[in-house]
């Protein structure tokens, strides 16, 4: 883990910035709004941040507070769950249309390899995805799944497979006595 942390520290582009000036107040909506704004800089560059009506060079207290902030801003707004196993990504569709998943990526790069707080809610199938890019579903299970909806109807299909699975025992049993007899 620690030689990923060092290989993505080293892909920062110091010589370039990533400026960002954003406001306190509601910040993780803004901060992604403002995030999304920069055309002409890349997260790969350096991040400085400025907190409007503030005073303050960011040395890098300012983008750790930010990226603090906005991490647990983004676990709030876009993941759900509780308890120690994690959290997962909220369905929304908006969320996915407006490319808010991409930023919250990015963000999350970024928080990474400048020295921010790392996403520690993620459900491990999730933080699996994110290192490999694809979803082992041999290793998800029903606690995996947020949504009442859906984790209603696993339900409601794996007791219907296990009363199918109950009745072809009794057929084979009343099979095999009939024939054993």
């Given at each position: 883990l620690?030689?990923?942390?060092?290989?993505?520290?080293?892909?920062?582009?110091?010589?370039?910035?990533?400026?960002?000036?954003?406001?306190?107040?509601?910040?993780?909506?803004?901060?992604?709004?403002?995030?999304?704004?920069?055309?002409?800089a890349s997260p790969v560059s350096l991040l400085k941040v400025v907190f409007i009506g503030e005073s303050g060079i960011d040395t890098g207290a300012l983008r750790k507070e930010f990226l603090t902030d906005m991490i647990s801003g983004i676990e709030n707004r876009f993941f759900?769950?509780?308890?120690?196993?994690?959290?997962?990504?909220?369905?929304?569709?908006t969320d996915l249309d407006e490319e808010n998943f991409r930023i919250v990526g990015e963000i999350f790069a970024v928080s990474l390899a400048q020295g921010g707080?790392?996403?520690a809610f993620l459900r491990e199938w999730c933080y699996n995805f994110l290192c490999a890019g694809e979803v082992n579903f041999s290793c998800l299970s029903k606690e995996d799944v947020?949504?009442?909806?859906?984790?209603?109807?696993?339900?409601?299909?794996?007791?219907?497979?296990?009363s199918m699975c109950q009745v072809y025992i009794i057929f084979k049993m009343i099979i095999n006595h009939l024939f054993h007899c």
């Amino acid at each position: 883990l620690e030689d990923v942390l060092t290989f993505l520290k080293e892909q920062v582009d110091t010589t370039t910035e990533f400026k960002l000036c954003v406001d306190r107040e509601d910040l993780p909506e803004r901060g992604i709004i403002q995030w999304k704004r920069k055309k002409s800089a890349s997260p790969v560059s350096l991040l400085k941040v400025v907190f409007i009506g503030e005073s303050g060079i960011d040395t890098g207290a300012l983008r750790k507070e930010f990226l603090t902030d906005m991490i647990s801003g983004i676990e709030n707004r876009f993941f759900e769950g509780t308890g120690s196993q994690g959290k997962n990504p909220k369905y929304s569709l908006t969320d996915l249309d407006e490319e808010n998943f991409r930023i919250v990526g990015e963000i999350f790069a970024v928080s990474l390899a400048q020295g921010g707080p790392p996403p520690a809610f993620l459900r491990e199938w999730c933080y699996n995805f994110l290192c490999a890019g694809e979803v082992n579903f041999s290793c998800l299970s029903k606690e995996d799944v947020m949504d009442l909806e859906s984790s209603l109807l696993i339900c409601r299909v794996s007791n219907h497979l296990n009363s199918m699975c109950q009745v072809y025992i009794i057929f084979k049993m009343i099979i095999n006595h009939l024939f054993h007899c």
